[in-house]
């Protein structure tokens, strides 16, 4: 398996999911590293506030932080190889680069997203959230933290 690392700049907590305002972007990362954990895919990540140790020992990242300061960040290490900076990979360059199956990160087989900030795993559409119906995300069985994840929290936007 390949190893994945992620490294971000200094956050309140290990995921940024706390306080009052919650970054999308980091409820995505969450959950898709949380499906991928249960599927035995175990992707490091870590904050600059509570792992600094491993921003000093990886010579790679210390050099690039000290070169262009912890803007870069966050940055994604595949096989010790720095391969993004100042964004996390979107859904499709986790499967591409752990080459893992789409499943694993929660994805249905099939359902495409039509741009990286709507995807939510549930059948984006252009307008922003869930164009399904059918999609785990607008269906009435489907839990209200699913519904958050792609930004349509009292599913409005789910048809």
């Known amino acids: 398996m390949k190893k994945l690392q992620i490294f971000e700049p200094a956050m309140c907590c290990d995921t940024g999911l706390c306080g009052v305002g919650v970054d999308p972007e980091l409820l995505r990362l969450s959950t898709l590293l949380n499906s991928l954990k249960k599927n035995g895919v175990i992707v490091e990540r870590f904050n600059l506030s509570s792992a600094p140790l491993e921003f000093i020992t990886n010579k790679k990242v210390n050099v690039l932080i000290q070169e262009k ?28 680069y752990l080459e893992i199956p789409r499943e694993y990160i929660g994805d249905k087989v099939g359902v495409v ?14 307008e922003g959230c869930c164009a399904s ?9 489907s839990n209200s933290s699913t519904k958050s994840s792609c930004g349509c929290s009292d599913g409005s936007c789910c048809g």
Not at 133 to 141: F, H, I
């Open 113 to 126: 997203a039509t741009s990286e900030e709507d995807d939510c795993g549930c059948g984006c559409s252009e």
């Open 133 to 141: 119906e059918e999609s785990d995300c607008c269906s009435e069985e």
């Open 69 to 96: 300061g912890v803007e870069i960040l966050p940055l994604a290490a595949l096989e010790g190889e720095i391969i993004i900076t100042g964004r996390y990979p979107s859904n499709e360059e986790f499967v591409n």
